[in-house]
């Protein structure tokens, strides 16, 4: 098995120094073009400051004996130290075992952790794969020294302050489709339980109260359905009830072009008014911010069924329990709060977390889930490989496709053919110049391709450059990594 190693440069620390040189890469790159392959061996590091780091993959780099010329070769980033990767939430053990398979130190820990707690162990680590309890702060990412990149393994991303990782030269990366029919068949279920009063009825009997009764419970076929919001969710979910006997009809932002024979309607209010049950699949933004309170309920039909499995912060929740105290709403389901426990426990989700918690949980036909839209074994096991593969696609090879905080670059691949080549990942700051100075110093040498774009404030390039010495390399690294737009340099061969 072979050593995968790399360099890189965070603005604001010192770059390495070496006693020795760039010969092992060297070695190990001209070995991989010819019929044995070796192993790599690290080079020493004398700063304390440096942020260096290697992996393993899982096999050898493929030679021209086993594979064709064409192939695409196996990246092997340079210099020393393992590559350490923190998964907190109890992630997908799918992708515990990807990771490791590439050689990647993984600690994992099946709880959130704390801010105090990441501030004083992130240094360590140079990714963190996380869910949607752990939050990763401004303060979290200036104690980040080593970071290059995070994994959400869930649908949003709010939980991470987007803005202070791309000032860091963090990509974070998630995982926005992979769940949509775990919540819609959720959502299915939650329905048919509304209608037929089914939570009220199963906690009974847990108490021994036989209350057998017809009042009030329905079927859902013929009954209308609103859904609030038409993406990835909510069109799986247009085509379940439709499937149901349902009619649906939504409302989105933006023109959407329906599936089945499902309906646009023009305004929320318009919705709300005709619709039997309420579904929201809307995204966590300002403009979503209680966008369900006390006059969108009382505009909801008389009768009808409230369901949200979209964000906590979109439903006004003591508006929620007025209107079932009222009678005006029949039931509700609520799978997510505006405050959710860290951890998973007994009393834990009580006033002390959202005051009104405790009325809440008294109300009739009201179903509460634990936020697990998305809790489900394909669900996890779709978004560990998703979000694992984006993990090791960036570390591995540069590529940022799939990013949401950071510039989408990727080059195609470098082929065994291809020797004496080095990629540069060069995130800087997005101003006049910057590009021109790394030209400069890339003009004297054979640049076979070059990539750029730039999100904001932030800019992302990645280049190969073949016909190199390991003068060269340490030269390239040296002088790119202290060009003042530098946010952070990484050398991959």
């Known amino acids: 098995m072979e050593n995968h190693e790399q360099a890189f440069h965070r603005a604001g620390f010192s770059p390495p120094a070496h006693t020795g040189s760039f010969a092992a890469m060297m070695a190990a790159q001209q070995a991989a073009n010819g019929v044995h392959s070796v192993q790599a061996q690290p080079l020493p590091s004398t700063s304390p400051t440096a942020v260096i780091n290697s992996f393993s ?7 021209s004996a086993s594979f064709p010329s064409s192939a695409p070769r196996v990246l092997t980033p340079f210099d020393t130290g393992d590559i350490k990767i923190l998964l907190l939430e109890n992630v997908s053990q799918g992708a515990v075992a990807m990771l490791r398979e590439q050689g990647y130190q993984v600690d994992f820990h099946t709880v959130a952790w704390s801010e105090d707690q990441l501030i004083e162990k992130i240094g360590q680590y140079h990714a963190i794969g996380i869910r949607s309890k752990t939050k990763l702060t401004q303060k979290v990412f200036r104690a980040a020294h080593k970071l290059l990149v995070v994994g959400c393994f869930c649908i949003g991303t709010n939980q991470v302050d987007l803005i202070a990782a791309a000032k860091a030269g963090v990509a974070v990366f998630n995982s926005p489709f992979a769940n949509s029919r775990s919540v819609a068949e959720l959502v299915i279920g939650e329905m048919i339980s509304l209608s037929r009063q089914l939570a009220d009825r199963v906690n009974e009997m847990r108490v021994g109260t036989w209350n057998k009764v017809s009042k009030g419970c329905y079927e859902v076929r013929g009954k209308v359905l609103g859904i609030v919001g038409y993406g990835h969710i909510g069109s ?12 649906v009809f939504y409302f989105d932002v933006v023109p959407l072009m329906p599936l089945g024979s499902a309906r646009q309607i023009a305004t929320l209010e318009e919705l709300l008014g005709m619709s039997d049950f309420v579904s929201l699949h809307v995204p966590e933004l300002p403009e979503t911010k209680n966008m369900i309170g006390i006059q969108q309920i009382q505009a909801m039909k008389k009768g009808s069924y409230l369901l949200n499995n979209a964000r906590g912060s979109v439903v006004d929740i003591p508006a929620l329990i007025e209107g079932l105290k009222s009678g005006h709403l029949a039931g509700a389901a609520v799978d997510v709060f505006p405050r959710e426990p860290a951890a998973s426990g007994e009393n834990a989700f009580g006033d002390e977390l959202n005051t009104w918690a405790t009325e809440l949980r008294k109300q009739k036909n ?3 889930t ?3 839209g998305g809790s489900t074994e394909e669900a996890q096991r ?3 490989i998703e979000v694992g593969n984006a993990l090791c696609r960036y570390i591995n090879y540069g590529g940022s496709v799939g990013a949401v905080n950071f510039p989408e670059v990727d080059l195609r691949a470098i082929t065994e053919q291809e020797s004496r080549v080095i990629r540069i990942c060069y995130v800087h700051q997005n101003q006049p ?3 021109r100075a790394v030209n400069e110093i890339l003009g004297g040498h054979n640049v076979d391709k070059q990539h750029s774009d730039s999100y904001k404030d932030i800019a992302y390039l990645m280049a190969d450059i073949s016909g190199v010495s390991e003068n060269d390399i340490r030269d390239i690294y040296d002088r790119i990594s202290k060009t003042p737009a530098n946010i952070l340099t990484r050398l991959l061969s």
Request: proline residues 10%.
């Open 57 to 63: 993959p899982p096999r050898a780099r493929a030679t």
């Open 236 to 247: 799986q979910l247009s085509v379940l009830a439709e499937a149901m006997g349902m009619q």
């Open 366 to 368: 009201v179903m509460l």
């Open 370 to 372: 634990p936020h697990i």
């Open 382 to 384: 779709m978004i560990g």
């Open 433 to 435: 110049g910057s590009l």
